[in-house]
DNA sequence: AACGGTAAGTTACCACGGGTAAGTTCCCTG
DNA sequence: CAGGGAACTTACCCGTGGTAACTTACCGTT
């Protein structure tokens, strides 16, 4: 009654690290729906039960995947605009920031984008992302025209924050369009449109 | 060996918009994932292999409601728009008309925003909504900023329709919100935004 | 150094739902 | 009154998410 043994033993920690790593790459490459949670453990070298141990789902996995990408996105966009010597070179540095990420991130972009709208609790999941930097944006209008209705305020970023999407969109069916061009065809509107705003 | 009569024997195209119909209401409430081709077959009143001589799969289903609510939009707004009597005016009524299609088809949009995007060609036939509102916007810009780069005015396009979503979906979760309120936000960046570059 | 206890993994299985093959009933036409 | 085809049904297959029960390696204790 010989049973081969475990490949490999290895802390939990690093087992979800590496677990996380491999569902980003195998949703992203055959799309979430397709991707069989066997798939996964077959990346990792390990069998199915032990991703449900510490995912419970595969929803669940798939989950991890999307908040891991929202704490980063959240960290790249606001080192970004802390670095900025003024209020439009904030703007812009934090679009160009976001546009930045998802090239160095593009599975995990793709994943986001295009594959994970599957359930009530994913399409939450994406909203707290969009919520998170609308938030952000908010923010920073707030600085910019003090004496702005807050309610407007949130308008406005939700009106940068889909912008922002789908121009990320859009650039990523024709790569000619660098980063830079989109980020200038937001400021020609946003920034401008502003601009009577400002004290 | 008595088999049950087919309850109710119907034309090819009738039975074609019920179908749609019951998917619409049963995607749309349970969401895609959790709601099952039986069950749409029941709320029919038939059986599942007739959904899937109509349609083909359950994707395919799916595909059909977005293609029909996508024909809605197109109507609703061009035809909104043409009742303009000037620039401005042409693109307020446009998304005034967009947000009030939300309203009256509810369930379908939320069917779009919310459970759709669940494989490539979904996800395609989505977009195909967006390039579709988006080459209408651009050429309304086109007639108003007649010596603009094509280039730059379908990416200004992009940032209205990716702003529209953006605030519809915000509208989505606090229905103080009306369409009017959205209009007007989205017109404070995006009309005087575009000021200077008019003639 | 032997020894339990627990964390890490495995095998083997279930159930549900998408999809289909084959058979049945009704209607319409010649 | 055939008989042919369109509309439907029954009965089934099978892939995949998810789980129960068992095994094995590691580690601190006496």
Redesign the pocket.
Same mark, same amino acid.
């Given at each position: 009654?010989?049973? /081969? &043994?475990? /490949?490999? /033993? %290895? @802390?939990?920690a690093e /087992?979800e690290r590496q677990i996380l790593d491999a569902a980003v790459a195998v949703f992203s490459e055959r799309g979430y729906q397709? &991707?069989?949670?066997?798939a996964v453990a077959k990346q990792v @070298?390990?069998?199915?039960? %032990?991703l449900?141990?510490h995912f @419970?789902?595969?929803?669940g996995l798939l989950l991890a995947c999307i908040t891991q990408t929202r704490t980063q996105l959240l960290e790249v966009t606001s080192v970004a605009a802390a670095a900025a010597d003024g209020p439009e070179d904030m703007l812009r540095r934090g679009t160009k920031a976001f546009f930045d990420f998802l090239d160095v991130q593009r599975p995990a972009w793709a994943l986001l984008c295009s594959e994970s709208a599957i359930s009530a609790a994913t399409c939450s999941a994406l909203e707290e992302i969009r919520r998170q930097q609308t938030d952000f944006i908010a923010g920073m209008l707030a600085v910019q025209v003090p004496d702005a209705d807050p309610h407007r305020l949130i308008g406005w970023a939700n009106v940068i924050v889909g912008a922002c999407e789908r121009l990320a969109v859009w650039r990523g069916r024709d790569p000619r369009l660098t980063g830079e061009q989109a980020t200038e065809y937001l400021m020609d509107l946003v920034w401008t449109g502003l601009a009577p705003r400002r004290p």
């Open positions: 009654m010989e049973t /081969r &043994a475990p /490949r490999q /033993r %290895v @802390g939990r /087992r397709n &991707a069989s949670m066997d @070298g390990v069998t199915k039960p %032990v449900y141990s @419970g789902s595969k929803e």
